[in-house]
């Protein structure tokens, strides 16, 4: 597995101190069924890290002793794991908002068949990865056959009133394909819905335009292509900011499959963790109230990825990129003339 750390823990990042917990983000594991090219859990079938019952019981139990209004599952896939729905029911019967970050084909997976039917009655919020409309790019970035399985799922969730009813609401995200900035999100969101629309009548609520991380399977393609300076470039070199106060770990805590507490799920995979009194941060520790609101942060060089350009949270762009802050000139033609993706992020 690729090792970021040695080139990302130096770094001039601003500090930054975290506001009242708002959304508590739970990684139930790393099994998922793609191995995506830009995923930066490093997630595929043949994982086996999910997390135990017991840990289930402590977001539970965390849940009912924080005032949030987001529960944020991803993983992996998050729906392999066997407590996914009982943790859905849970945050639902609470009265807050449920994600489910879902790579769409897992739809189909055996044992999944009244998965979407799940969701909707739930009225889950879906956050589903299409890294572009064009099927040569989605293939590319996550396997041959994903395209129309991802389409054939819209059209499911469409069906069942995801993208048209209030209560049942669906994202899409957008990765680019190789080792450059997103596009701006109103533009592509735009042409995502005209194109989508048009060829297979499919709606949903909005586009989240996120900056892909050099961390994990994205880092070590990166690296093997001679290119992870000149990303890292490309990121510090159009910091913006104004985006230092959107960013998503400020209201956000992110717990993995063991229990563990982290700023965000990048943290996560590099092995940063949040600490409460000088030591790494539990389940346990929310659950008696430990003092993580207004405690600093454990940031690095990843987290230009945050800021550059447009912003970028699991939520989507915190901004708009603007002529005031274009992308680094020296550091695009250095990529765009070394990546072996660029001539597929072109036609994003």
């Known amino acids: 597995m690729f090792d970021a750390r040695p080139v990302l823990l130096s770094t001039e990042f601003p500090r930054l101190r975290r506001r009242r917990i708002a959304t508590l983000q739970v990684n139930l594991g790393y099994r998922c069924n793609l ?11 043949h994982r086996t890290e999910m997390m135990p019952t017991a840990v289930v019981d402590e977001v539970i139990a965390a849940i009912d002793r924080l005032d949030i209004e987001t529960l944020d599952l991803t993983g992996g896939a998050p729906e392999l794991h066997p407590g996914f729905r009982r943790l859905v029911r849970a945050g639902r019967r609470r009265g807050i908002e449920v994600i489910d970050r879902c790579n769409l084909t897992v739809l189909f997976e055996e044992g999944q068949e009244t998965l979407a039917a799940f969701l909707a009655r739930e009225e889950v919020t879906v956050i589903a990865s299409l890294p572009c409309y064009l ?8 396997g041959k056959g994903v395209y129309g399985d991802s389409i054939r799922a819209l059209k499911l969730l469409n069906d069942l009133g995801y993208g048209q009813d209030a209560a049942r609401r669906l994202h899409l995200v957008f990765n680019p394909v190789g080792a450059v900035l997103p596009p701006p999100q109103a533009e592509l969101e735009a042409a995502y819905k005209r194109e989508l629309k048009a060829r297979f009548g ?7 335009v996120l900056t892909n991380m050099p961390i994990n ?39 993995d499959w063991q229990g563990n507490l982290y700023d965000c799920d990048f943290n996560q995979m590099l092995g940063l963790p949040a600490t409460v009194e000088g030591r790494p941060a539990r389940l346990a520790d929310l659950v008696r109230g430990g003092p993580l609101e207004k405690a600093c942060i454990a940031t690095a060089s990843h987290c230009f990825g945050c800021t550059a350009g447009q912003g970028s949270s699991c939520t989507g762009a915190l901004g708009e990129q603007t002529a005031s802050a274009p992308v680094h000139e020296s550091s695009a033609r250095t990529l765009n003339k070394r990546s072996r993706y660029s001539k597929f992020a072109a036609k994003s």
């Open 35 to 45: 191995s995506c090219v830009h995923c930066h859990v490093n997630a595929g079938p």
């Open 135 to 142: 099927e040569e790019n989605v293939e590319q970035q996550r």
């Open 202 to 208: 499919i709606v949903f609520d909005q586009l989240f």
């Open 217 to 255: 399977r994205f880092g070590a393609v990166l690296r093997a292509h001679g290119e992870l300076d000149a990303y890292m470039a490309l990121l510090r070199d159009n910091h913006s900011a104004e985006n230092v106060p959107g960013v998503m770990c400020r209201d956000t805590v992110s717990v």
